[in-house]
């Protein structure tokens, strides 16, 4: 072969090389629609909502491959069913073309809970679903804060500001509906508990305002109340009036005060 070639011209040796490179360029083009498949197009089946196994083997008996690309956790579809699919149902492909697959999670994520009292309902609700939290129930409660969040609560429990909490959850608000319209007297609250007063403010949709204790006292949920404001009476001796949803400031000591008792009546002297 050596002798073959190195004994003819050079201008005959170009030409067999350029009639193989065209002999070549001919198979080449020739295959290149079955190598590609050229022409060979399928439907993409619709594999949402599928289980991820189930969905591979379908795709894989239709002609394609499928490759899990991502994950999400959605709490309203089952855990390892196909939430999305690219290219997606209905486009018409080439046979053997991958299929990418983004499947929701076995197990919801956790993430911190953001502190949301103070917010508005509207501010309060964009920071959940960034955080892809969930607005369950709106609760509303007299207080001068209209439409603020008072309290966030997670199965019926205060869940506070950085604690973790499942992606997907639903968070309770308790939001201020202002005061009300009707004004009652200011209930007296001296003499009272901290704890007891609690009471009677959540019974009279009354909210704690400011708290005021004093250094000796150890135990606040025990400590006395020796002073409110706004007073039970004013300076003229008339009920001082509230509406739903004020608040009541405390002062609280650890000695109880000593109230004014009824005296009792004297009888009438006869003379």
Do not use: C
């Not at 069913?81 to 499947?103: C, E, N, S």
């Not at 001296?190 to 009354?206: D, P, V």
Request: no cysteine; proline share 5%; charged share 20%.
């Amino acid at each position: 072969m050596f002798d073959f070639i190195t004994k003819r011209s050079f201008g005959v040796n170009l030409l067999a090389v350029i009639a193989m490179f065209f002999a070549l360029a001919l198979i080449f083009f020739s295959l290149l629609g079955f190598i590609t498949k050229h022409g060979q197009q399928l439907t993409v089946p619709d594999v949402h909502g599928k289980n991820v196994k189930e969905a591979i083997d379908l795709l894989e008996k239709a002609g394609f491959e499928a490759d899990v690309r991502d994950s999400i956790y959605i709490d309203s579809i089952k855990p390892l069913a196909v939430y999305a699919q690219t290219p997606d149902k209905g486009a018409q492909v080439k046979v053997g073309r991958t299929i990418y697959l983004t499947v929701n999670k076995m197990v919801a994520p956790m993430v911190k809970m953001p502190d949301l009292e103070g917010l508005t309902f509207r501010s309060a609700e964009m920071m959940l679903k960034s955080m892809r939290l969930n607005v369950g129930d709106t609760i509303y409660r007299p207080d001068i804060a209209t439409n603020s969040v008072l309290q966030q609560l997670l199965n019926g429990k205060k869940v506070k500001a950085g604690a973790l909490v499942a992606e997907g959850s639903n968070i309770t608000l308790i939001l201020g509906s202002g005061t009300g319209n009707v004004e009652n007297p200011v209930p007296s609250f001296i003499g009272l508990t901290y704890a007891e007063a609690r009471e009677i403010l959540s019974a009279s949709s009354l909210n704690p305002g400011t708290v005021i204790i004093d250094p000796n006292v150890t135990d606040t949920a025990n400590a006395y109340i020796i002073k409110q404001v706004p007073t039970r009476r004013n300076e003229i001796g008339d009920f001082n009036m509230v509406r739903a949803g004020e608040s009541v400031d405390f002062w609280l000591s650890a000695t109880k005060p000593v109230t004014d008792s009824v005296a009792a009546a004297k009888p009438v002297e006869q003379e």
